[in-house]
């Protein structure tokens, strides 16, 4: 299996360069850091007492993954998950916080399982994954993948704006749709007319 920093340095290469979007909730970004993530921390790489988007453009891969280790995956607890969801949740932690272990927590209430939907990993949680996912762990990872993508979804259809990153302007599946899918076993990856089927409402 991966190391977590094998899988960090996944995410910042998923992530991309430095981006200045818009319609980004997060703002200005560098290989998934957000501006707000680094005022957060008080990361000024510049050294002239502000953290602004030149601390963004000066931040390193290096910096990145250690940001990511510490904060997105140690801090929240992704080591006390079984092994096979390391990677997908911690992908999605960096992708939308807390929202990535709400989301885990709401599946695993959808399987039965007697957990609080808070986003955070505790020993109800973690106990639960680990019955979850016996005796086939692939399939609680397959779950997940699919349960984030269906976030996605659900968050560009309630904001057209975001739509750009769950579909392409040629038609095709979104930065996002592709992301969730990289955790997914292939038969559970949308085909072309089921993707283009669940976006149709959006014109």
Not at 136 to 157: E, H, K, Q, S, T
């Amino acid at each position: 299996m991966q190391t977590v920093r094998q899988i960090a340095k996944e995410i910042v290469h998923r992530e991309g360069g430095f981006v200045s979007d818009p319609d980004d909730p997060g703002g200005t970004t560098k290989f998934g850091v957000t501006i707000h993530t680094m005022r957060r921390f008080g990361l000024d790489l510049t050294g002239d007492g502000l953290v602004d988007e030149m601390d963004v453009r000066a931040l390193t891969r290096r910096e990145a993954v250690d940001i990511f280790v510490q904060h997105y995956f140690e801090k929240p607890r992704i080591a006390l998950l079984p092994e096979v969801l390391h990677a997908s949740v911690f992908d999605m932690c960096v992708n939308a916080g807390a929202q990535a272990v709400k989301i885990l927590q709401r599946l695993l209430r959808e399987m039965g399982f007697e957990v609080v939907a808070d986003g955070v990993i505790g020993l109800q949680t973690a106990q639960a994954c680990e019955e979850a996912a016996q005796p086939d762990p692939i399939a609680l990872r397959d779950a997940y993948g699919v349960a984030r993508r269906n976030y996605y979804f659900r968050l560009a259809d309630k904001r057209p704006a975001s739509r750009k990153y769950a579909r392409t302007r040629s038609g095709g599946k979104g930065g996002w749709i592709k992301r969730a899918e990289e955790f997914l076993s292939p038969r559970y990856r949308l085909s072309v007319s089921e993707f283009n089927e669940r976006v149709s409402a959006w014109g």
